[in-house]
Protein backbone atom coordinates (compact mmCIF):
# COMPACT_ATOMS: atom_id res chain seq x y z
CA UNK A 1 0.00 0.00 0.00
CA UNK A 2 1.53 3.52 -0.97
CA UNK A 3 2.29 5.39 2.17
CA UNK A 4 0.55 8.16 1.55
CA UNK A 5 -2.53 5.96 2.05
CA UNK A 6 -1.18 4.29 5.22
CA UNK A 7 -0.72 7.21 7.41
CA UNK A 8 -4.23 8.57 5.97
CA UNK A 9 -6.15 5.72 6.70
CA UNK A 10 -4.58 3.48 9.39
CA UNK A 11 -3.32 6.29 11.60
CA UNK A 12 -4.62 8.20 13.64
CA UNK A 13 -2.90 11.52 14.82
CA UNK A 14 -3.59 13.63 18.34
CA UNK A 15 -1.66 16.91 19.37
CA UNK A 16 -1.91 18.62 23.07
CA UNK A 17 -3.24 22.16 21.76
CA UNK A 18 -0.66 24.16 24.45
CA UNK A 19 2.29 21.68 24.16
CA UNK A 20 3.17 20.33 20.67
CA UNK A 21 3.43 16.72 21.86
CA UNK A 22 1.91 14.78 19.37
CA UNK A 23 0.49 10.74 19.55
CA UNK A 24 -0.16 8.25 17.02
CA UNK A 25 -2.33 5.38 17.17
CA UNK A 26 -3.11 2.71 14.81
CA UNK A 27 -6.84 3.15 14.16
CA UNK A 28 -7.36 -0.40 13.39
CA UNK A 29 -5.38 -2.37 16.40
CA UNK A 30 -5.65 0.51 18.52
CA UNK A 31 -2.05 0.38 19.15
CA UNK A 32 -0.11 3.24 20.25
CA UNK A 33 2.67 3.78 18.10
CA UNK A 34 5.17 6.75 19.08
CA UNK A 35 4.77 10.03 20.85
CA UNK A 36 6.60 13.43 20.08
CA UNK A 37 7.05 16.77 22.05
CA UNK A 38 7.44 19.39 20.17
CA UNK A 39 7.76 21.98 22.56
CA UNK A 40 5.35 24.59 20.54
CA UNK A 41 1.66 24.03 19.31
CA UNK A 42 1.46 22.00 16.62
CA UNK A 43 -0.74 24.11 13.85
CA UNK A 44 -0.35 21.96 10.44
CA UNK A 45 0.74 18.24 10.01
CA UNK A 46 2.39 17.71 5.87
CA UNK A 47 3.72 14.42 4.80
CA UNK A 48 6.37 14.84 2.12
CA UNK A 49 5.87 12.46 -1.06
CA UNK A 50 6.98 12.47 -4.55
CA UNK A 51 3.77 14.33 -5.19
CA UNK A 52 4.58 17.16 -2.98
CA UNK A 53 3.41 17.77 -0.01
CA UNK A 54 0.25 15.96 1.58
CA UNK A 55 -1.58 17.35 4.09
CA UNK A 56 -2.19 14.82 7.21
CA UNK A 57 -5.04 15.26 9.68
CA UNK A 58 -5.28 15.49 13.26
CA UNK A 59 -6.87 16.10 16.22
CA UNK A 60 -6.07 19.06 18.65
CA UNK A 61 -7.37 17.94 22.34
CA UNK A 62 -6.20 19.18 25.82
CA UNK A 63 -3.11 18.31 27.42
CA UNK A 64 -5.10 15.87 30.07
CA UNK A 65 -6.89 14.58 27.12
CA UNK A 66 -4.19 12.95 25.22
CA UNK A 67 -2.65 11.87 28.81
CA UNK A 68 -5.54 9.75 29.45
CA UNK A 69 -5.33 8.80 25.72
CA UNK A 70 -2.16 7.56 26.04
CA UNK A 71 -2.65 6.01 29.34
CA UNK A 72 -5.17 3.57 27.74
CA UNK A 73 -3.36 3.04 24.91
CA UNK A 74 -0.58 1.98 26.59
CA UNK A 75 -2.24 -0.56 29.06
CA UNK A 76 -1.11 -3.51 30.12
CA UNK A 77 -3.13 -5.07 27.14
CA UNK A 78 -1.41 -2.56 24.65
CA UNK A 79 -5.15 -2.35 23.26
CA UNK A 80 -7.95 -0.45 23.90
CA UNK A 81 -11.46 -2.27 23.39
CA UNK A 82 -12.88 0.00 21.16
CA UNK A 83 -16.82 0.31 21.11
CA UNK A 84 -19.48 0.51 17.96
CA UNK A 85 -19.63 4.00 18.59
CA UNK A 86 -16.09 4.78 18.95
CA UNK A 87 -14.46 6.08 15.98
CA UNK A 88 -10.75 6.91 16.04
Do not use: C
Not at 39 to 67: H, Q, W
Not at 73 to 82: C, E
Amino acid sequence: MHVIYIVLLEFVHFTASSTGRTVTLDRRMGTFLWEENYGSPVIAMYLFENEGLVSVPFTSVAEETLDHLVMQFTSSTDQIRVSDKMKL
